[in-house]
């Protein structure tokens, strides 16, 4: 019998032999002699990874590259002892970065025909769904052919993109670096649907409460095989991520990485299947087991024994060393600890307990925990990797920083250093370590790197301010080189011709034409700056007042006709009848529309200059007006349009240099616009024209017959002082007032003029602001104090609010803007003078 049992031990023995010898042989996880050299030699695997793909690969918010792939890749560099190193970019980077040799390992690639001839890819890791999503209200979008021309977003370089056009779907197609740019695109309402991968949507879905903005239509598109991929010579580096694959798989990690991540959906049907396919030599092995353990189980019992007693004793051993490594090490300042080779700690100092705020009495209840557990998530890899080098022999010592939680979940900084213990066999069995409480070091550390990064950010700000400033000043430069020419041209005209007057007087009627043009120039000029200044002092204000929109139009069109005379251009009008009463600022809506008039007509050389006044709306409270001006002038680049709406800015070009103007024109009128509630609206093509256009809407005024028109052409037998210290002012003004029939005294000062108002009737004044002695705001106050009837109008070149409110606030009745015409000093003697 006993040599039965003896055939059947051996027989059993034999096949445990051959089963042992198949798994072996068929294990697909081990480096051949080849492989190592190539390890040896590469020395380190440069893994490239995306910035933005997870939860496959990303780059954390501590700036480390992160995410399922980059565990794996992790995982294979310990398991196989290689250096790894992991650089972050765009796809379409990473891709070109293994082409030119730059990095060794794209760590997420789908597999594809078309890529298989570009890259070696090796085994598939994981299986990705690539669907549409659309938004939860989208109701267009059901299958793949409803996408034809729709607004799509795409990963740039993803196969959705080769897959849609094998498809014959024509899309409008948005490519972005990354998913979830896409999926933020969809959610804003940027594009109509997303094609991309069902984990990495979804990931970023739920991580952000985003779940239900969007849904997915349809069937998936493909099943995407998720690979890592070399260069095509790359064959032996492709067989060694093969083995580190399939040793992950059959340890675990693969199913554990997936777990962690996204999570597993279990079917019966995948449990079963991945059950038998595990479980099938085991299952053999331990039908063997069952078979033969009567015979052996009494001497295993005896082992068991034998080998307990060796334990028991080993432990009294380790629990006297560490009695005596506590009473050395409870002295240091630092808290001190020793984990085994499984990193379970095994010993806890006084000072390292009250660090991680672990209770005396509850100290033991943190043996034999993982080191791992008190390390934040983030730092994990980072000591796992570090212990596994000094466990592995590559480092005899550490020194590291990592974010840690104490007992109540607080985090804080520590900096650690470690080393390998050894029994008296000199066989290593834990680690030392040391760990220092570093948490006010990096608060400080943290404060000067955001300080150095605001005083960048300072000097950058800077940089542009003196920059800007150096443009400004360059601009207003260039700006007074061109106001001083505007003016002096003019004023050369008007100078020059008088001087020809003078010597000829017969030539008046020849040159008076040309001395009131050139002196209307410099008049627009200095409006021109006046109203710039206002704009940036945002001083500028409109006065509504009720007007013709007939006669409005009808002024337009007459300007327009006059200043186009000495052209070789045709105007063409396309006006409508309008009819009735408008409120608004007349003066400054003519002064827009005349400065576009005189832009179309200043910048075009040969064939037509266009107005258009036509009505959009009306109704009972507004009428809505669009006006166009178009020309086949010399047109503007798109590049100058934002320009010639800056002030001190011109169009640069020997044209446009032989054209006068301040170039500060469109830039007021743009202002006057806005404050309106309009703005100026532009289409151009250099060599071709340009159509400036605007639309504005204003109030209706009463009808026609409520409305009685006065307008008097009369005499004024009237009285006037006027004063001015500036005689040219005072000799214009009599010959003005005389027309109109009034009779002029003088006064060259506000003491003069108190003088002459206490010995003479006047039915108004004319007073200057600003004059030597005495100003014109003392004089009114003090005129008005003496108790005379007299309406006294202030006559300024200051026209600002200001000045206004003073002047009114001193007793003046109305103000005389300087310079002032024949019209408008009728105008304002029949306001007062009825």
Known sequence: MMGNMRKIIILIGVSLLILFSCYIVFDDSSLTREEKEYLKHKKEIVFVSQINYPPFEFLSDRLESSGMMVELARLMSTEFGFESRFINTTFARAQQMILNGEADVLTSFFFSEERNKKFNFTKVVFEIPASIFVKQDNDDIKKLSDLHGKRVAIQKGDYAIDFIKSKGIRIDLIETDDFIMATNKLIKGEVEAVIGDDQIIFYYLSRNNLVSELKVVGEPLYIGENCMATRKSEKILVSILNKGINLAKKKGYLDSINRKWIGERVTFAKYMKKFFGLMLIPLSILLLIVFVFWIWNLNLRKRVEERTKQLSEKNKELALNNSKLNAILSASPDGIGVMNMNMELVFISDKLAKMYKIEPEKKFEYLNKNITDFVDESYRDKMMKNISDIFEGKKYWNLSEYLVRDAYGEQFWVEVSSSLLY?????????????????????????????????????????????????????????????????????????????????????????????????????????????????????????????????????????????????????????????????????????????????????????????????????DKIMRIYFEVTDTGIGISPNDIDNIFKPFKRLDGSYTKKRYGSGIGLYISKAILNMMNSNINVESEVGKGSKFYFKLDLKRSIPDSEIKEEISDEIFNLKALVVDDNKINLFVAENMLAKLGVAVDFAENGMVAIEKVSNNHYDFIMMDLQMPEMDGLEATRRILDMGKDVKIFAMTANVYKDDIQKALNAGMVDFCPKPFTLSFLKSLLSRHFK
Do not use: M, W
Not at 474 to 496: D, M, W, Y
């Open 423 to 619: 029994d008296d066999a000199q066989k290593p069995y834990g680690i030392l370590f040391v760990e220092r409480d570093c948490t006010e070091r990096k608060r400080i550390e943290q404060q000067l790197l955001d300080y150095n990064e605001k005083l960048k950010e300072n000097n950058r700000a800077l940089n542009e301010l003196k920059t800007k400033e150096e443009e400004a000043n360059i601009a207003k430069s260039n700006f007074l080189a061109i106001i001083s020419h505007e003016l002096r041209t003019p004023l050369n005209g008007v100078l020059g011709l008088l001087e020809l007057i003078h010597k000829d007087p017969e030539r008046f009627n020849e040159f008076f034409p040309v001395i009131l043009s050139s002196g209307e120039q410099l008049r627009v000029l200095i409006n021109d700056i006046s109203d710039l200044t206002k704009v940036e002092q945002g001083k500028l204000e409109l006065v509504e007042k009720r007007f013709s929109i007939s006669n409005f139009i009808n002024e337009i069109v007459s300007y327009a006709k006059i200043k186009i005379q000495d052209s070789n251009l045709e105007l063409v009008v396309d006006i409508e009848q309008f009819e009735g009463y408008l409120e608004g600022d007349a003066v400054r809506l003519r002064q827009v529309v005349y400065n576009l008039i005189n832009n179309a007509i200043k910048y075009t050389d040969n064939g037509f200059v266009k107005v258009v006044i036509r009505k959009l709306f009306e109704n």
